[in-house]
């Protein structure tokens, strides 16, 4: 083997790995250096250890965001998942109109998360919104601390089905329509033939959706800001609402950078125990 391959290969990905060093890699290490300091952004820094994640761990603040985001979690991702799996059965039937379909239903996805939460704010306004407006009564759906965090995660299901469906519609494509032949003359039906084939030939894709989907539920923000901005209550503040009221509003940048540790942490545990669990129930042969 050629010297100058190792080096070739090296200055092909050097524009990756200067980004990934830049932009991951040395702001997780300096959230964990700033998280060890007292620090207002504004005045001088006080090394106090292990000190901000001991006050985290005692006030109860992270384990409400830590709460809030797991039921959102809990809400916006499975249903988001079946939804989308059942929209990308019907648009993958190339019916008359299904390609402006497509289009229309993964606009949600590629809006501004915060222009559309300032939308849906207002659709949920009690006295002049939309939706109130149809009902026919008044509802206080960001106010109210039980529908709050319902509202907040029907509004995050609306704007990522039409994504998920795309790449269910991917995963759909790529399966042989002689399994299904074969599967209709052994008499299996409709049901069987999606709980038996089409759900398990689908799990590399639903892997993939479950990993980013989770990550992208525990890092939520733009949205939640526009709609409740973490409130009512503390209802709806999820992680990084958190990390950005200790930043920005509590002047804490230690016990932000603390938060954020425990968020990288977190994100890191999930994905890992996600693909254990995807790991010996994937199969990649459509054969």
Do not use: H
């Amino acid at each position: 083997m050629s010297p100058r391959r190792p080096l070739a290969g090296w200055l092909l990905i050097a524009p990756s790995l200067i980004g990934v060093t830049a932009f991951l890699i040395l702001p997780v290490a300096l959230a964990f250096v700033v998280s060890l300091f007292r620090w207002s952004l504004l005045g001088e820094q006080q090394f106090v250890g292990l000190e901000n994640y001991r006050s985290l761990l005692a006030d109860g603040v992270l384990a409400n965001s830590l709460l809030v985001t797991a039921i959102f979690t809990l809400i916006s991702v499975p249903v988001s998942l079946v939804l989308g799996l059942i929209l990308a059965t019907q648009l993958v039937r190339a019916l008359p109109g299904s390609a402006v379909a497509r289009v229309v239903v993964v606009i949600p996805w590629v809006c501004a998360p915060l222009a559309l939460g300032v939308v849906w704010k207002w659709i949920f306004q009690p006295s002049v919104g939309a939706l109130n407006q149809i009902l026919g009564v008044r509802i206080e759906w960001l106010t109210d601390p039980s529908l709050a965090l319902p509202a907040v995660a029907f509004v995050a299901i609306w704007q990522n089905v039409g994504y998920i469906s795309l790449f269910f519609q991917a995963g759909l494509g790529r399966i042989p329509v002689s399994i299904y032949e074969a599967a209709t003359l052994d008499g299996a039906g409709p049901l069987r033939r999606l709980t038996a084939m089409t759900i398990p030939l689908l799990r590399p894709t639903t892997f993939f959706l479950a990993v980013t989907q989770v990550v992208a539920s525990f890092q939520v923000f733009d949205m939640v800001f526009a709609l409740t901005g973490g409130g009512p209550q503390r209802r709806t503040e999820v992680i990084a609402s958190l990390i950005y009221n200790e930043a920005f509003v509590s002047g804490r940048l230690g016990r932000a950078s603390a938060v954020a540790v425990i968020l990288f942490v977190l994100l890191v545990v999930i994905t890992l125990i996600q693909q254990r669990w995807f790991s010996s129930r994937i199969t990649y042969d459509m054969s």
